[in-house]
């Protein structure tokens, strides 16, 4: 009877540990936002119609600096070059912007990638042809935050950021 006691409450202990588990990953699967948990560039972009994202961070130089490093942490320079001139891909650093120059376009191309956002409306340019399409960083990048530092730091490179 005694030994029955401490084995239920061993496994109710155990029941209760896995749940514990299964929510917080349910919580990471981007989705979810309860708790504040941080929301992945995949879920933003699912919970967000079309043309309303807007980077709720300020340029300053520290978000231009961690986005930098995330620049190169997330091997975007691999395609756009380590500064972002761009070598076989766009020039980031240009004002020739291939499917728009608004945050809500710049967010979805990098979450999706060009065939996806291409899918969802959005059209190209005639500007920068390029071999092949953009591959989405949705799943790469965990945090939106992250990628609305990038962003910044993208924007801190065009010539028009020079005359703020
Ligand atoms: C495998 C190569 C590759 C990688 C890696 C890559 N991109 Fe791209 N990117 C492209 C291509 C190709 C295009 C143009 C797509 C098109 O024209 O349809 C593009 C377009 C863009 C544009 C639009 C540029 C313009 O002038 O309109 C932005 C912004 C951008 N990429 C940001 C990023 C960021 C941020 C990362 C890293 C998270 C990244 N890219 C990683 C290949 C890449």
Redesign the pocket.
Known sequence: MHKNTVTALATTIFVLSILNVLSAASAADGSATAGGAAMTPVGRVQAMEKGKLKNPLSSTPEIVEEGKAL?QA???G???GSNGSGIH????K?D??????DDDT?FR??TLG?EKL?SKGYS?GD?????????G?GE??TDEQD?WK??AY?RSLQPSAADK
């Open positions: 620049y997330k091997t975007c691999a395609c756009h891909c766009p020039s980031l240009n020739a912007w291939v499917y728009g120059s710049i191309l990098v060009s291409l190209r500007k920068e042809q390029v071999a092949g399409p953009m591959p960083f790469a990048i990628l990038i962003i993208i």
